[in-house]
């Protein structure tokens, strides 16, 4: 082989390795330009992953807020009834209930399951909270009035400090005969509906007709709806206790404690800010 021969030999070997080099950067140059998209797109699904788990958490938060002030607000409604006029107490329990049931509705679908089965338990406290309420309210109201036309000190004092007062005398029977109207016997009650209803007349409790209806005073329609409850007295204990003593047994405020341990417990296991429920 000439000295030429073996120059374009090596020539032609040259040109060949610089070819697969080129090649080979092509390659080079197409792997890092893949493998750079691979990791924009793995980092921007994972930025994107954060940031639904944080809007998902925020709208959690918010739901689980609205549920709250929801169930609080019909709570509060319960036991302030007695304050509305008669014609109002239904539309204002069925509007709050209303309220709640929309709260725990979207509460549902946001989850987790945890959360929503404790919500699902409160609503079902204030749910049997509301079966009575409005009859509460009407029996309440009535004992109230009832008890603010005692005389001043002791009712069994009234001949004493008030000259034997018979309208204070009558209320204070009235009361104590409402009071305990669930145990009474049934053959006796439609005779004792017509005596309670004459203490109440003789009270003076009723407002004149006419006579705008004041705080502690009951109307016509007031002693009307007092009438029909006694007449079908189920649960009296439940409609005629003091708050103070009905409100621990309805459980709204250990439903409504296990509710936020459950969304602090879940917030604590996945990473959450507690801080913020």
């Known amino acids: 082989m000439s000295v030429q021969d073996v120059h374009t030999a090596f020539t032609a070997l040259g040109a060949v390795f610089s070819g697969v080099a080129a090649l080979a950067a092509v390659m080079v140059a197409r792997w890092q330009t893949t493998f750079g998209r691979r990791l924009a797109l793995e980092s921007m699904s994972t930025q994107a992953a954060v940031e639904r788990g944080l809007r998902l958490e925020t709208e959690r938060c918010e739901a689980w807020r609205a549920f709250l002030r929801a169930s609080d607000a019909f709570d509060d409604a319960v036991w302030r009834l007695r304050e509305l006029d008669p014609p109002s107490r239904t539309e204002e329990l069925r509007a709050r209930g209303e309220a709640l049931t929309e709260a725990c509705s979207?509460?549902?679908?946001?989850?987790?399951?945890?959360?929503?089965?404790?919500?699902?338990?409160?609503g079902e406290r204030c749910g049997r909270m509301e079966r009575y309420a409005v009859r509460r309210a009407v029996v309440r109201s009535a004992l109230v009035a009832l008890e603010r036309r005692w005389c001043p000190g002791n009712a069994e004092r009234c001949e004493e400090r008030c000259g034997g007062s018979d309208a204070?005398?009558?209320?204070?029977?009235?009361?104590v005969m409402l009071e305990g109207w669930?145990?009474?016997?049934?053959?006796?009650r439609p005779d004792d509906l017509d005596y309670l209803e004459y203490l109440?007349?003789?009270?003076?409790?009723?407002?004149?007709?006419?006579t705008p209806a004041e705080s502690g005073v009951l109307t016509e329609e007031d002693l009307r709806q007092l009438l029909a409850v006694a007449s079908n007295p189920v649960s009296w204990n439940l409609l005629s206790a003091e708050d103070r003593w009905l409100r621990p047994r309805t459980g709204y405020d250990e439903g409504r404690g296990a509710f936020i341990s459950s969304v602090r417990a879940f917030l604590d296991a996945t990473g959450g800010a507690t801080a913020r429920f």
């Open 168 to 175: 204070h005398s009558c209320a204070w029977l009235a009361y």
């Open 182 to 188: 669930g145990d009474r016997d049934d053959d006796e």
């Open 200 to 210: 109440i007349r003789e009270s003076g409790v009723l407002a004149g007709v006419g």
């Open 106 to 122: 979207e509460l549902c679908v946001l989850g987790p399951d945890t959360v929503v089965r404790h919500a699902e338990l409160l």
